[in-house]
């Protein structure tokens, strides 16, 4: 199993950025995906979290300015990231979990997907 971010960099606070995730055709068919983060000295926090169905959940720190979505005709997984802020700052991993078709997503925990990617850097400067 096989999950390659990019799309990580740095910006000025207000910017946007917008994260990828590839997958294997396997892994992304039968998957519910997410996006994780860790800032230094921080826990990992869930960003944001898609069925397969394409219903989404985001964490409270991030909504209406991320948007999780996924090309099922590449088996890629995005994040678009608008009005960045400092705080935003961290490695963000893309984490899959196989789940069953309309499973709900609502509550996404780190200990619950157990395949990660390497993880990309977002740096955002005041």
């Known amino acids: 199993v096989q999950l390659v971010e990019s799309g990580g960099g740095s910006v000025q606070s207000g910017g946007s950025l917008r994260l990828s995730c590839a997958a294997s055709?396997?892994?992304?068919?039968?998957?519910?995906m997410a996006w994780f983060r860790q800032a230094p000295g921080k826990e990992r926090e869930g960003v944001a979290a898609i069925g397969r169905d394409g219903r989404s959940r985001y964490g409270d720190s991030v909504k209406g300015r991320f948007t999780i979505s996924r090309d099922n005709a590449n088996n890629t997984l995005y994040l678009q990231m608008n009005s960045l802020k400092p705080e935003d700052t961290a490695i963000y991993y893309c984490a899959a979990k196989q789940c069953a078709y309309g499973y709900d997503v609502t509550y996404f925990a780190s200990w619950n997907y157990n395949y990660w990617g390497q993880g990309t850097q977002v740096t955002v400067s005041s």
């Open positions: 055709a396997y892994t992304y068919s039968r998957s519910c």
